[in-house]
T-cell receptor, first 113, second 115 residues
Framework: GNSVTQMEGPVTLSEEAFLTINCTYT??????LFWYVQYPGEGLQLLLK???ADDKGSNKGFEATYRKETTSFHLEKGSVQVSDSAVYFC????????????WGLGTSLAVNP | ETGVTQTPRHLVMGMTNKKSLKCEQHLGHNAMYWYKQSAKKPLELMFV???????ENNSVPSRFSPECPNSSHLFLHLHTLQPEDSALYLC??????????????FGPGTRLTVL
C-alpha cells in the first residue's frame, strides 16, 4: 500500500534561514500529495497540494514540487519566520480517492529570532 | 479559520465514564472524519461518514461509537476507555469523498486524557 517517509525532526533554524523538509512516498497509480501544518494548540491546516506530476504547490512562501521520478514532495521556503514554527505533515492520497490519506509522522520546526 | 469546530477542547475522564465529543462543520461539506493523533505515530483515520452514512470503520474498538445525525454534525461517544486512548482527536470534513480536489479541513481537536 501507499506509504510516506518524512524527515525526522525537530528542525531548528534561525529567522530568514532556508528550509527544506524532505518527504518521499510509495504509491500505486497517480496519488495527490499534500503538506499540512499544525500550529501549537491547533488542528491541521492544508498548506499546499499537488495533484499530478511536475505540479508545484505553493502557499505563504512555501513550495513543493510533485516529482514522480524520485517519488518526492519536498517542502521548501526561502526565508523562514518565527511564525512558521509548527509541525509539518506530508500526506499522500489514494489515486482518485482522498478518503484515506496516508500520513507522515510530522516534522517539528522551531524558528528562533 | 472556523469552518470546523470541536467541543470540548480538553476532556479528562475516568475509565468508567461516558462522554461525547462534538464536531460541527460550517462549510457545506458532505463528508466528515474522525482521526486520532498520538505522539510518535502517524495520524490514524478512525471513521468516515458520507451524507450521514458511515463508509469506513478502521478496526476501531467498540468503546468508540460515532454518530452523524446530519451532514453538519459528527459525534464520537466514548465509554469505558483505556489510558492508551489518551490522544488528540481531530475531526475533519471535505466536500465529498472522491476526486483529487476534495481537500480535508480539520478542526482544532479535543485533547482527551483518560485516567
Amino acid at each position: 500500500g501507499n506509504s510516506v517517509t518524512q524527515m525526522e525532526g525537530p528542525v531548528t533554524l534561525s529567522e530568514e534561514a532556508f528550509l527544506t523538509i524532505n518527504c518521499t512516498y510509495t504509491a500505486t497509480g497517480y496519488p495527490s500529495l499534500f503538506w499540512y501544518v499544525q500550529y501549537p494548540g491547533e488542528g491541521l491546516q492544508l498548506l499546499l497540494k499537488a495533484t499530478k506530476a511536475d505540479d508545484k504547490g505553493s502557499n505563504k512562501g512555501f513550495e513543493a514540487t510533485y516529482r514522480k521520478e524520485t517519488t518526492s514532495f519536498h517542502l521548501e521556503k526561502g526565508s523562514v519566520q518565527v511564525s512558521d514554527s509548527a509541525v509539518y505533515f506530508c500526506a499522500v492520497s489514494n489515486a482518485g480517492n482522498n478518503r484515506k490519506l496516508i500520513w507522515g509522522l510530522g516534522t517539528s520546526l522551531a524558528v528562533n529570532p | 479559520e472556523t469552518g470546523v469546530t470541536q467541543t470540548p477542547r480538553h476532556l479528562v475522564m475516568g475509565m468508567t465514564n461516558k462522554k461525547s465529543l462534538k464536531c460541527e462543520q460550517h462549510l457545506g461539506h458532505n463528508a466528515m472524519y474522525w482521526y486520532k493523533q498520538s505522539a510518535k505515530k502517524p495520524l490514524e483515520l478512525m471513521f468516515v461518514y458520507s451524507l450521514e452514512e458511515r463508509v469506513e470503520n478502521n478496526s476501531v474498538p467498540s468503546r468508540f461509537s460515532p454518530e452523524c445525525p446530519n451532514s453538519s454534525h459528527l459525534f464520537l461517544h466514548l465509554h469505558t476507555l483505556q489510558p492508551e486512548d489518551s490522544a488528540l482527536y481531530l475531526c475533519a470534513s471535505s466536500r465529498g469523498l472522491s476526486g483529487t480536489t476534495d481537500t480535508q479541513y480539520f478542526g482544532p481537536g479535543t485533547r482527551l486524557t483518560v485516567l
